[in-house]
């Protein structure tokens, strides 16, 4: 019997042919690079959970930032650890709060530096939780309002792009109103649209303080089995007026990464999470896995799947190793 003539292992032989013909292509700009920042002068601490992760100072923040910036990635994304918490989250609004003040003084440093607004209330309250905390139930239309405030803050100190994470229903469209309303038209909006309650959060509690004191998140974190129910929320933040929406977890999610690709024609983002990252780096410590090509295909996966950029940990590390390519 004659071979077939179809060998799909000819353009496999070399370099230059299996670069031709790569379907997907992982690109410093489709990174942006999370970084924790605190009070204090000259704060540069390792996060025990997230090796090779930081909470950082302004001061020093702003000199971790030029690395972002020599590598190209896409943009940064700032979580703030407050001075001081409180039952409201009022360090998340505060005009000079942690991410507000280091916001001036990166876009004072690095104008062109595209600036991410995490919002949310969990790393500013005293009892971990998202929003006001009313016996052991979050109040859902009051924490809105915070939510909305918080943007406004934000968008004043000079971020690009502002992010809810809360995952409360309506907070797109209450947010929304808020800018339009303060003159911020054009500042867009990037919802955590499909954010399940993950086990892969635990270093980022850790680096941020943000456990809640008692009870958890499934009121209002999403099921990670209800696929269907994950396409509603994406669809119902596009309605009230987000600009990207995103996928959270990545990785374990990258179905319904692949699903939201194809049933939305909108800008899509996805979080490789700190549990995903951690486990990288523990496996790499361990001899393992290899670093460096583990981390590279984990991200390509979630590109491939269909995402336009990723949050990650990685993305300094990773930029500068497609660079290095």
């Excluded at 509603?232 to 179905?255: C, Q, W």
């Amino acid at each position: 019997m004659a071979f077939p003539q179809t060998r799909l292992r000819r353009l496999r032989q070399t370099p230059p042919l299996r670069r031709l013909i790569r379907e997907t292509n992982l690109n410093p700009a489709d990174l942006v690079m999370p970084f924790f920042v605190c009070p204090g002068k000259n704060v540069e601490t390792e996060i025990s959970s997230l090796p090779g992760q930081y909470r950082y100072s302004i001061d020093a923040l702003v000199k971790a930032a030029g690395e972002a910036v020599k590598a190209k990635i896409g943009g940064v994304i700032l979580f703030g650890l407050p001075e001081k918490k409180d039952p409201l989250g009022k360090g998340a609004y505060a005009k000079n709060g942690v991410v507000q003040t280091a916001a001036r003084a990166l876009k004072d440093r690095y104008p062109d530096l595209c600036l991410i607004a995490d919002l949310c209330l969990c790393e500013y309250t005293d009892h971990g939780h998202c929003g006001i905390l009313k016996g052991d139930q979050i109040l859902n239309d009051e924490t809105v309002e915070l939510y909305a405030q918080t943007a406004v803050s934000q968008a004043e100190a000079g971020f690009d792009l502002i992010a809810p994470s809360g995952m409360m229903d309506g907070q797109v469209s209450a947010i929304r109103k808020a800018l339009d309303s303060f003159g911020f038209e054009m500042t867009p909006i990037l919802a955590y649209a499909a954010k399940t309650a993950s086990a892969f959060y635990g270093p980022f509690r850790d680096a941020a303080g943000s456990a809640p004191k008692s009870g958890d998140r499934l009121s209002h974190q999403m099921d990670f089995s209800n696929s269907r129910e994950m396409m509603r929320e994406i669809s119902s933040d596009i309605e009230e007026g987000a600009d990207i929406v995103m996928v959270k977890p990545a990785l374990p999610n990258l179905d319904i990464l692949k699903e939201a690709r194809s049933r939305f024609d909108w800008p899509l983002a996805a979080y490789q999470v700190s549990g995903e990252y951690a486990m990288i780096k523990a496996a790499a410590k361990n001899g393992w896995v290899d670093e460096k090509k583990t981390a590279l295909e984990s991200l390509t996966s979630i590109k491939r799947a269909g995402a336009d950029f990723i949050l990650t940990y990685f993305a300094i590390e990773a930029a500068r190793w497609i660079q290095d390519k």
